[in-house]
């Protein structure tokens, strides 16, 4: 815009055009290459999948949740569950435990319909 040349303009602009040709070209090689670049987190992953001590500890997480629900299932009352849930760290154990109250509130919702307490929701 400051020139008044038009064969001046002419040679900045496409001048510009070429700079912004380039700049594309190296934005879609930017992206080829990432689209076809292997996931580094997925790699780890399957890295992790096949360590050894993995199936161990998954086993032994097993085992250890085995005996919890044997244990909750002993368990009678809600307050007691619901100590437990507080300090339970591990995802599965909470979850277990929760389902373990439902279940329990569940039952005494039950029994309470059938010794006529609570009338029948159904």
């Known amino acids: 815009e400051a020139t008044l040349d038009l064969a001046e303009r002419r040679r900045i602009r496409s001048a510009i055009r070429e700079l912004q040709r380039q700049e594309l070209e190296r934005d879609e090689e930017a992206l080829a290459s990432k689209r076809f670049r292997p996931e580094r987190g997925s790699?780890?992953?399957?890295n992790k999948e096949n360590w050894p001590q993995s199936g161990c500890l998954e086993e032994e997480q097993q085992m250890a949740l085995a005996a919890l629900s044997r244990q909750?299932?002993?368990i009678t009352d809600v307050e007691?569950?619901?100590?437990?849930?507080?300090a339970a760290g591990e995802y599965e154990e909470r979850k277990l435990i929760r389902a373990a109250i439902r279940k329990l509130r569940a039952e005494?919702?039950?029994?309470?319909?059938?010794?006529g307490n609570l009338p029948s929701s159904r």
């Open 108 to 115: 005494e919702i039950e029994a309470a319909i059938l010794a």
């Open 80 to 86: 007691e569950l619901t100590k437990l849930l507080r």
């Open 43 to 46: 790699h780890r992953q399957d």
């Open 72 to 74: 909750l299932e002993a």
